[in-house]
């Protein structure tokens, strides 16, 4: 047994613990979202708080749309028949808007972060 090792015994332990503390928060499932006639489906999504979040959101449409919020910290454009992936997170407990920002009066989502909430 090497020195450290006889004066650290719970070292190995302790870096676990210390690293399973300190780990992220987990990923909660995608968040499938479809833009088409330009609104969002669903538009109200509801996850777990204090969980990244990754959204799947597809654009059935013919034209380009941006998905954007300043809530979450977000803006991507995703092209006509296009699909994008967008990560955002963790979220405290809270109301979070979204919209597409070339039709911001018609395509407007709410994400919903709770306690309670398993994800979606």
């Excluded at 613990?17 to 909660?28: E, F, G, H, N, Y």
């Excluded at 995608?30 to 204090?50: M, Q, S």
């Excluded at 809530?71 to 979220?91: F, N, Q, T, Y």
Aim: glycine share 6%; aromatic share 8%.
């Amino acid at each position: 047994m090497g020195s450290a090792a006889r004066l650290f015994p719970a070292m190995p332990a302790l870096l676990i613990v210390t690293l399973w503390l300190a780990a992220p928060a987990r990923a909660a499932a995608p968040v499938r979202i479809v833009l088409k006639n330009h609104g969002f489906t669903p538009d109200t999504v509801h996850v777990p708080a204090n969980k990244r979040l990754l959204f799947d959101i597809t654009n059935q449409d013919a034209t380009p749309a941006e998905f954007e919020s300043s809530d979450l910290r977000v803006e991507k454009i995703v092209v006509p028949g296009g699909r994008i992936l967008v990560r955002a997170g963790p979220l405290r407990p809270g109301t979070y808007r979204f919209f597409d920002d070339y039709h911001p009066d018609q395509a407007r989502g709410t994400v919903i972060a709770s306690q309670s909430q398993t994800g979606q």
